[in-house]
């Protein structure tokens, strides 16, 4: 098992940028693909981003695509989100997660397939 800490949340105008980590540590990263969720106000987590064991391969909620990128530093036990050109509408608690596989080139973007949680970074874009 795997322990994820988020961080880089924060107070950004619309049109601005943030970098999302996620510091893992307890077993071996490259053994686990990685996804970020989000959760608005008064709404149900949704699936953002998610990223294969070595970086390969990433998938993309539609509403950000071509705004967010997902990458990880396997040496360095970390996974990122940068967030460009934000919109209100992203505004929530953002999550990394993690997923044991022995699969390396696929991403996972459903809730239910992943097992480890980070405590959450809250993301909040005025307008």
């Known amino acids: 098992q795997v322990q994820l800490v988020d961080s880089g949340g924060g107070l950004v105008q619309a049109g601005g940028s943030l970098r999302l980590s996620c510091a893992v540590s307890?077993?071996?990263?490259?053994?686990?693909?990685m996804g970020w969720f989000r959760q608005a106000p008064g709404k149900e987590r949704e699936f953002v981003a998610a990223?294969?064991?070595?970086?390969?391969?990433?998938s993309y909620a539609d509403s950000v695509k071509g705004r967010f990128a997902i990458s990880r530093d396997n040496p360095k036990n970390t996974g990122y989100l940068q967030m460009n050109s934000l919109k209100p509408e992203d505004t929530g608690v953002y999550y990394c997660?993690?997923?044991?596989?022995?699969?390396?080139?696929?991403?996972?973007?459903?809730?239910?397939?992943?097992?480890?949680w980070g405590q959450g970074t809250q993301v909040t874009v005025s307008s």
């Open positions: 997660a993690a997923k044991y596989t022995v699969i390396l080139y696929t991403q996972f973007t459903s809730i239910s397939e992943y097992d480890t």
């Open positions: 990223i294969n064991r070595d970086g390969g391969g990433t």
């Open positions: 307890g077993r071996t990263f490259s053994m686990y693909a």
